[in-house]
């Protein structure tokens, strides 16, 4: 398994464009439950249902988050030893646990049309959740600043 590494290693190009596919993976993911979650604030896409707005975008989430695992992996194991010494590099990882577990829960709870929440829990729990993917966002940014 070390082959396909260690070309990511010696190329100049490779690990610049892995990041590009990374951060465009990100977007995707990220982007589509903004959209819920402005959608909830009231603030985008008001004239449909959240629930339906939720079933359209989810398998673009899912990609998304497919990409993004994928290149994430990638380019931890092009640099490895460096990333396994950085705190902010685990941090993320902890952050970025913490959304996906609120993502499947009480996210979930919002976009299911048999279970309207209340107004006030429903913009809250949309708060977090655009709170939560930008702290995941600044700690991937920070691993190459700290
Ligand atoms: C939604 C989840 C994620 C978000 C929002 C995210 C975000 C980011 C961002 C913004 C960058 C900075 C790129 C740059 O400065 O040009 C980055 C780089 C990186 N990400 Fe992620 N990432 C996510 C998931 C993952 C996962 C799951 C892994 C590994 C298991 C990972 C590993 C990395 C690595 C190793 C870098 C390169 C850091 C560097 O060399 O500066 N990411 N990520």
Redesign the pocket.
């Known amino acids: 398994m070390a082959a396909p590494f260690e070309w990511i290693r010696s190329s100049r190009v490779a690990?610049p464009v892995i990041?590009i596919i990374?951060?465009l993976a990100?977007a995707l993911?990220?982007g589509t439950i903004m959209v819920i979650d402005l959608s909830v604030l009231g603030l985008a896409v008001r004239r449909q249902a959240v629930p339906r707005i939720a079933r359209e975008l989810a398998p673009w989430t899912r990609a998304g988050?497919g990409v993004?695992?994928a290149?994430?992996?990638l380019?931890?194991s092009?640099?490895a030893a460096k990333?396994s010494s950085k705190p902010i590099?685990w941090a993320?990882?902890v952050l970025?646990a913490g959304?996906v577990a609120f993502h499947l829960t009480a996210h979930r709870d919002l976009v299911l049309p048999a279970n309207p929440l209340d107004s006030a829990r429903a913009r809250w729990t949309a708060a977090a959740s655009l709170a939560l993917?930008f702290a995941?966002?600044f700690?991937?940014?920070a691993?190459?600043l700290l």
């Open positions: 690990v990041e990374h951060l990100v993911a990220i988050f993004v695992f290149t994430g992996i380019l931890f092009a640099e990333m590099f993320k990882l970025l959304a993917w995941v966002a700690g991937g940014k691993i190459g």
